[in-house]
Every structure is written in structure tokens, then in C-alpha cells.
Nanobody, 124 residues
Framework: VQLQASGGGLVQAGGSLRLSCAASGRTLRNYVMGWFRQAPGKEREFVAAVRWSHSIYYTDSVKGRFTISRDSTKNMVYLQMNSLKPEDTAVYYC???????????????????WGQGTLVTVSS
């Protein structure tokens, strides 16, 4: 499975970006798809995830601002980010997990495949 993330860039605080993750190699219909981010000097942290059943999970700091969605027919996952804040600045990674259980959905190690990351910079 190969994942290709795109859509990052420089945006002012309060602005919006839409990240995309294109998957290839096999269908990801039954996979958990997640977005993580890593700021300089910090550990990679969970942002959002969506199951094949469309159950959705968010970290508290992005609830109400970010929306994760998936199009299984196109093997695509999206992260719509609104009301961006400087603290959202990070490299954003998409990830896929064929066996990720709900209790581990926020743990990076529970995902088998990772994209290369796309940089999001939010200026104040």
C-alpha cells in the first residue's frame, strides 16, 4: 500500500486547507484511515481517523474545526481544516491500518502504512 498526502501549504490564522491522501496498491475499504501530525521537536500525535463503517474520531483540539472523510470508491481520504491556528502548524501524515482496533486508533504504532507527509504552516 502506498499513500500520497498533499494539500499542505502556508495559510493565515483563521484560514482553511484541505488535505488529501491518495492510496494505491490495494483497496482500503476495510482499513482504518487516519491523519497524524508532528510539529518540530514534538512527537507524532493523532488528529483524526475514520473507519470503513464511517465511524469518526477526533482529537479534542480539532473538534469542530477539522472534518475527516473518505471516498472508498476512489481510495481517497480527506482532512478539511477550518479556523486554523498557529498551533496547528506541523507536518501532516496520512496512515492506514488494516487491523487497527478502536482502543488503539489514536496510537501511531497501530497503523501499518504511512504517507510521506505534507507541511501545514499557519501564520499568526
Amino acid at each position: 500500500v502506498q499513500l500520497q498526502a498533499s494539500g499542505g501549504g502556508l495559510v493565515q490564522a483563521g484560514g482553511s486547507l484541505r488535505l488529501s491522501c491518495a492510496a494505491s496498491g490495494r483497496t482500503l475499504r476495510n482499513y482504518v484511515m487516519g491523519w497524524f501530525r508532528q510539529a518540530p521537536g514534538k512527537e507524532r500525535e493523532f488528529v483524526a481517523a475514520v473507519r470503513w463503517s464511517h465511524s469518526i474520531y477526533y482529537t479534542d483540539s480539532v473538534k469542530g474545526r477539522f472534518t475527516i472523510s473518505r471516498d472508498s470508491t476512489k481510495n481517497m481520504v480527506y482532512l478539511q481544516m477550518n479556523s486554523l491556528k498557529p498551533e496547528d502548524t506541523a507536518v501532516y501524515y496520512c496512515a492506514a491500518g488494516p487491523r487497527t482496533i478502536t482502543s488503539m486508533i489514536r496510537v501511531p504504532l497501530s497503523y501499518d502504512y504511512w504517507g510521506q507527509g505534507t507541511l501545514v504552516t499557519v501564520s499568526s
